[in-house]
């Protein structure tokens, strides 16, 4: 079941900060978040394991509360690089035989002007 | 280190006519997935091969065959094209031993059927 993502737009201005939401119905075992800019491959921003950890990339960092089965986006100081879409891909926690299959959210379309 | 190429980018289809998506990885990951991308809909996945000489079917398979050629290569055949697969396709790989990797995605193919 696709993972839910909140909210679907979110407009900032340069040195403001988000937060992006992706709340899953079933038992996740990890969370992967990716950004894509308009017309190109989604990038791998950072991985959330079971276990509750957290993670940051510079500036970008990441939360996964495995009892919600939920997992939130950071964006701080917000550069105008950071404008894209955003998409949580969730893998669930059944056993070792879901071969790294990933259920992406609908997407958030984050927005930085000057 | 090209990592995952797709070819060919572009493509429009009439209705009924068949073709090939090649997509292809270097970095001798085990696992290859098939997306599908529509406006508002995320990325679903259309076929997963968790390693060389295996394929199963993920979200929306209906309308795709698929082929791992080696443990490179991962093939999508469209047999008899509709409009409802205008979409943008995405091939994605992972190494997929330990469930701490993610996925690396390809540029797309951006395919029209008329």
């Known amino acids: 079941q696709q993972p839910v993502q909140s909210p679907q737009a979110v407009i900032l201005r340069e040195g403001e900060d988000a937060v992006i939401n992706c709340s899953s119905s079933k038992a996740l075992y990890s969370v992967h978040w990716y950004r894509q800019k308009h017309g190109e491959a989604p990038v791998f921003l950072m991985i959330l394991l079971k276990g509750g950890e957290q993670k940051g990339h510079d500036k970008i960092s990441a939360s996964f509360n495995e009892k919600k089965q939920q997992s939130s986006l950071y964006l701080t100081a917000s550069q105008l690089s950071y404008s894209g879409t955003y998409f949580c891909g969730t893998e669930m926690s059944a056993g070792g035989t879901s071969y790294g299959k990933l259920t992406f959210g609908q997407g958030t379309i984050l927005t930085v002007h000057p | 280190n090209a990592g995952v190429t797709q070819t060919p980018k572009f493509q429009v289809l009439k209705t009924g006519q068949s073709m090939t998506l090649q997509c292809a990885q270097d970095m001798n990951h085990n696992s290859m997935y098939w997306y599908r991308q529509d406006p508002g809909m995320g990325l679903r996945l259309i076929y997963y091969s968790a390693s060389e000489g295996t394929t199963d079917k993920g979200e929306v398979p209906n309308g795709y065959n698929v082929s791992r050629l080696n443990k490179r290569e991962f093939s999508l055949r469209l047999e008899s094209a509709a409009p409802s697969q205008t979409s943008v396709y995405f091939c994605?790989?992972?190494?997929?031993?330990?469930?701490?990797?993610?996925?690396?995605f390809g540029p797309g193919t951006r395919l029209l059927v008329l």
């Open positions: 994605a790989s992972s190494e997929f031993r330990t469930r701490k990797e993610t996925q690396y």
